[in-house]
């Protein structure tokens, strides 16, 4: 499976998933200064660079307006779905300016409703949109983790491994029930049957 790495404008200070040689790189505008001081090449860079100041001088650099339909993240994202990948890993699009979290939220729940995985990793937390599908983590002894339905009911909700556990329950977009469950040293899954699960953990 083909995977597209998205650098958003928020600070990286680490990357818990490294891009790889046949892994698709790209700067969404302020992006590109985070890409320049991990020292990693992008293959592509868009964006209206109102946050960089200009476009980066360099080949395959795609110049946004200000004034458009989508973000320069979501943009990317386009790119990447054109590139064929299948699985999207974006940093620097968590935390700061809480519309464009809320936004690229958005936009990990249309990535997951096209069929392909996605990763929002940030600095404190990291998010993922599940349909239809499940995620796996390997042992912790701590830190938070809750699950929430996106745009109507999740359906079959099951979840081993963590402090509190439930098999094939079904979580309404208006439930809180799923915040501030916990990870307890196992090796943990949370899957849906059908629907949309938003599943937030501490990074």
Not at 22 to 50: E, K, M, R, T
Not at 66 to 75: A, F, L, Q, S
């Amino acid at each position: 499976m083909n995977r597209c790495f998205i650098f958003g404008a928020l600070k990286v200070s680490r990357l818990p998933v490294k891009p790889v040689s046949d892994d698709y790189v790209i700067a969404a505008d302020q992006g590109y200064a985070n890409l320049l001081s991990l020292g990693i090449a992008p293959d592509l860079v868009v964006g209206d660079f109102d946050s960089l100041g200009k476009a980066p001088d360099r080949e395959n650099v795609i110049t946004l307006p200000v004034r458009k339909d989508m973000t320069d993240v979501g943009y990317a994202v386009e790119k990447g779905f054109e590139h064929g990948c299948g699985e999207f890993i974006l940093y620097g699009a968590v935390g700061g300016a809480l519309d464009h979290t809320f936004a690229n939220v958005a936009i990990a729940h249309d990535i997951a409703r096209r069929g392909a995985r996605v990763l929002l990793i940030g600095e404190e937390y990291s998010f993922t949109v599940l349909h239809k599908s499940s995620i796996s983590f390997d042992a912790r002894e701590s830190g938070r983790i809750s699950v929430f339905a996106l745009g109507g009911t999740a359906e079959g909700v099951t979840i081993r491994g963590l402090s509190y556990e439930v098999e094939n329950f079904d979580v309404a977009c208006t439930d809180h029930i799923g915040v501030s469950n916990a990870f307890i040293g196992k090796a943990a899954e949370i899957s849906v049957r059908k629907g949309d699960l938003l599943v937030v953990w501490q990074t």
